[in-house]
């Protein structure tokens, strides 16, 4: 998995409002973070990276779309 390209896959998915598609990436995402590979360079400071996208792969995971 190249996290980066999950992580700007899932923000594209957000932007265009396809919220299975962004849960997907989310997920799967989530899974690789979880068994500790590293995560996608979104500023730069790795343990920064890490904690931001953990975070964001939990909320868009959970997400209900009505």
């Not at 896959?9 to 396809?18: C, I, K, P, S, T």
């Not at 899974?31 to 996208?53: Q, Y």
């Amino acid at each position: 998995m190249d996290p980066s390209v999950t992580w700007c896959d899932m923000a594209q998915a957000v932007q265009e409002n396809r919220w299975i598609d962004a849960g997907e990436h989310a997920r799967n995402l989530l899974a690789w973070l979880e068994k500790g590979g590293f995560p996608p360079v979104i500023t730069g400071t790795h343990s920064f990276d890490r904690i931001a996208a953990l975070q964001t792969c939990r909320a868009v995971a959970e997400w209900e779309i009505e």
